[in-house]
């Protein structure tokens, strides 16, 4: 049809991963255009948006008290609705550009295993926020293509995309999930962890964003180095600036019940997997995806526990975005990819 053909072909079609730490947009025919926090901060009495992304996110506690600043995703679904609408029409007018027609056909990851409900406000508010048809991916499915695993082959394909909000660990083949779990231990909780263990052995408390710029620099999953680090925060007892000095060591040691505790799990999707496809494993690995899989050592840690080898992909926090624009150049057709059009 004439009409459809020429609408494809002046659309400004996106790919978006929306993840709870994380935004990214694929552009058709540009690239990936945005890479953005998951943060919008907005005035509490006019609510007009005056900042997303890296911007807001600079904001986060030290903001007045007349500012919002919030992040709208929890565990990687929608915690606010109409927060998370304001974020990505903002998001997607500055990837795409303010064109009133034709709208983009934009594809989505969402989380594995998230509910129907959620999967309703995703695809309510990316249509509320502009985009004219909506078409679902499942973020394992969409990392494993983004990192180049032959996905479409009847083949195991063992994926472990760690979020700020969720780790997805799931074997794909012939297009789909056969066996995964998402479980809410990722990149957030590892902060966390790091709070938690300052506060409760040095009486120190940091702050959310410190606690990630120091998993990021001075974290070690396993075999951390030696030397001292420096950490500036308040005392817990008597409320005053202090500092301190603890060692690589003493992170890896905070990490030590998440880490487990995602250890715990690929053992228990590993043991879900059929046969044959978990003899592919042998040869094909494991292959992690995610911003959380730049933990220092993070492979060397799950090689060790899962006796497989593991992989680590090019540039790990845009694989789903990626793997979304390899659907895209596959629309209307998706061959055997899973691929739920709204």
Same mark, same amino acid.
């Given at each position: 049809m004439p009409g459809v053909r020429l609408l494809a072909r002046y659309s400004r079609d996106l790919g978006v991963? %929306? /993840?709870?730490?994380? =935004?990214?947009?694929? %552009?058709?025919?540009?690239?990936?255009?945005?890479? !953005?926090?998951?943060? @919008?901060?907005?005035?509490?009495?006019?609510?007009?948006?005056?900042?997303? +992304? !890296? !911007?807001?996110?600079?904001?986060?506690g030290r903001a007045p008290r007349r500012l919002v600043v919030y992040r709208p995703?929890?565990? /990687?679904?929608?915690?606010?609705?109409?927060?998370t609408r304001l974020m990505l029409r903002y998001f997607l007018t500055r990837a795409a550009g303010r064109v009133a027609l034709p709208s983009p056909r934009v594809v989505l990851s969402t989380p594995y295993g998230s509910t129907p409900v959620e999967r309703r406000a995703l695809i309510e508010a990316t249509r509320q926020a502009g985009a004219r048809d909506v078409f679902l991916v499942e973020e394992p499915v969409a990392a494993a293509l983004g990192a180049g695993l032959p996905v479409e082959e009847? %083949?195991?394909?063992?994926?472990?995309?760690?979020?700020? +909000?969720? =780790? !997805?660990?799931?074997?794909?083949?012939?297009?789909g999930v056969v066996s995964g779990r998402s479980l809410p231990v990722a990149g957030d909780s590892f902060n966390e962890a790091i709070q938690a263990y300052l506060r409760r052995h040095h009486h120190l408390q940091i702050g959310f964003t410190s606690a990630e710029r120091l998993k990021i620099t001075s974290t070690y999953a396993c075999h951390p180095p030696g030397g001292k680090i420096e950490i500036k925060g308040v005392h817990t007892l008597t409320r005053l600036p202090a500092r301190i000095k603890i060692t690589p060591a003493d992170l890896t040691t905070a990490l030590a019940e998440p880490l487990q505790t995602l250890l715990h799990n690929?053992?228990?999707? %590993?043991?879900?997997?059929?046969? *044959?496809?978990?003899?592919?494993? @042998? *040869? *094909? /690995?494991?292959?992690? =995806?995610?911003?959380?899989?730049?933990?220092?050592?993070l492979d060397s840690f799950l090689a060790d526990g899962l006796q497989l080898p593991v992989t680590i992909a090019d540039d790990p926090l845009a694989a789903v975005v990626r793997g979304t624009a390899v659907i895209l150049q596959k629309l209307p057709r998706t061959t055997r990819l899973q691929v739920m059009r709204a």
């Open positions: 991963d %929306l /993840g709870t730490a994380n =935004t990214l947009v694929y %552009l058709r025919g540009k690239g990936i255009v945005l890479r !953005e926090p998951s943060v @919008i901060a907005f005035d509490r009495v006019t609510k007009k948006v005056v900042a997303a +992304g !890296e !911007e807001a996110r600079s904001m986060l995703l929890r565990r /990687g679904v929608i915690a606010d609705f109409d927060t009847p %083949l195991g394909n063992l994926v472990i995309n760690i979020g700020g +909000g969720t =780790t !997805e660990i799931a074997v794909v083949s012939l297009g690929c053992r228990h999707v %590993l043991d879900k997997t059929p046969p *044959q496809l978990a003899a592919d494993l @042998i *040869q *094909q /690995g494991i292959t992690l =995806t995610g911003g959380g899989a730049l933990l220092h050592h």
